[in-house]
């Protein structure tokens, strides 16, 4: 099983500022991962997969980058609606399907 | 939109069948997943089921006490949840699985149920 490690688990950020979330698998992934963000009692939201392309809909601040063991999820400059739990997924080496355990970006 | 059903209370040892019902889109087209979050922990897959029915998948924590399946004619995904024991506590949402091969060869959840809360407990 490949174990997907998220850090920080939480980030204090203000409105305005750059956010950058990172996600490292136990075991090379190639491209094959996707992040997700979940808002307080809602179901999470695809925003990036293959690492590096955005979903449809999903704004130009959310970038990702990254391949084999280390990603990265960049949000440029934080908005209010950005403020919620970030979840990174891969699906090169399944079943299971396997998570980070989350972060957390909070407003400083 | 993917809305869930068949959460409850139930004892340890107990049995729980959770429903999905599918609509706006061409269900037996695609494949399904169930995830679930224990209340406030992080996301984890159960269980994956093919558009055809042929081939399952299930998480190792719920092997031999849980089974996936589904109906296409009626547009619905179900997980019967057997033995349920106190850490399968947790909202549990169906989740469409999507192959995208417009930039590489690539699989993610694009459409999430509400969820559904199951609550193992004496």
């Known amino acids: 099983e490949i174990v997907m490690t998220q850090s920080p688990a939480t980030l204090s950020v203000s409105p305005g500022e750059r956010a950058t979330l990172s996600c490292r698998a136990s075991?090379?992934?190639?491209?094959?991962l996707a992040w997700y963000q979940q808002k307080p009692g809602q179901a999470p939201r695809l925003l990036i997969y293959?690492?590096?392309t955005r979903a449809t809909g999903i704004p130009a601040r959310f970038s990702g980058s990254g391949s084999g063991t280390e990603f990265t999820l960049t949000i440029s400059s934080l908005q209010s609606e950005d403020f919620a739990v970030y979840y990174c997924?891969?699906?090169?080496?399944?079943?299971?399907?396997?998570f980070g355990a989350g972060t957390k970006v909070e407003i400083k | 939109q993917l809305v869930e059903s068949g959460g409850d209370l139930v004892q340890p040892g107990g049995s729980l069948r959770l429903s999905c019902a599918a609509s706006?889109?061409?269900?037996?087209?695609?494949?399904m997943n169930w995830v679930r979050q224990a209340p406030g922990k992080g996301l984890e897959w159960v269980s994956y089921?093919?558009?055809?029915?042929?081939?399952?998948y299930y998480a190792d924590s719920v092997k031999g006490r849980f089974t996936i399946s589904r109906d296409n004619a009626k547009n619905s995904l179900y997980l019967q949840m057997n033995s349920l024991r106190a850490e399968d506590t947790a909202v549990y949402y169906c989740?469409?699985?999507?192959?995208?091969?417009?930039?590489?060869?690539?699989?993610?959840?694009?459409?999430w149920g509400r969820g559904t809360l199951v609550t193992v407990s004496s």
């Open positions: 706006g889109f061409t269900f037996s087209s695609y494949s």
């Open positions: 089921i093919n558009s055809r029915s042929n081939t399952m």
């Open positions: 293959g690492a590096s």
């Open positions: 075991q090379s992934v190639s491209s094959s």
């Open positions: 997924q891969q699906y090169n080496n399944w079943p299971p399907l396997t």
């Open positions: 989740a469409r699985w999507v192959y995208d091969n417009s930039a590489g060869s690539n699989w993610y959840f694009d459409l």
